[in-house]
């Protein structure tokens, strides 16, 4: 008579709790690009600490003061291309 277990290559509970492991972990999504290209023109919102006199100086003339920064750090950046 021969052995049922011999039969049975694997454990069944094992094998189920294979399935069950394979049917229910999520796979790794693979990884944003580090570099990506910002849009022309887009903007960030940052944090930056700045001298109490230099702030003065841009916001003297009012309103506006965030976009004269960039564009007085703008003309200190070479450009690309």
């Known amino acids: 008579m021969s052995d ?3 039969r049975r290559p694997a454990d ?5 709790e294979a399935a069950f492991k394979a049917a229910t972990t999520r796979k790794p999504e693979s990884p944003a690009p580090s570099t990506l290209a910002a849009a022309p023109g887009a903007r960030e919102s940052v944090t930056l600490r700045l001298d109490s006199a230099v702030l003065e100086h841009f916001q003297k003339d009012g309103p506006g003061w965030q976009d004269r920064i960039n564009a007085a750090l703008k003309t200190l950046v070479p450009r690309e291309g």
């Open 4 to 6: 049922m277990r011999s």
């Open 12 to 16: 069944p509970r094992r094998a189920a």
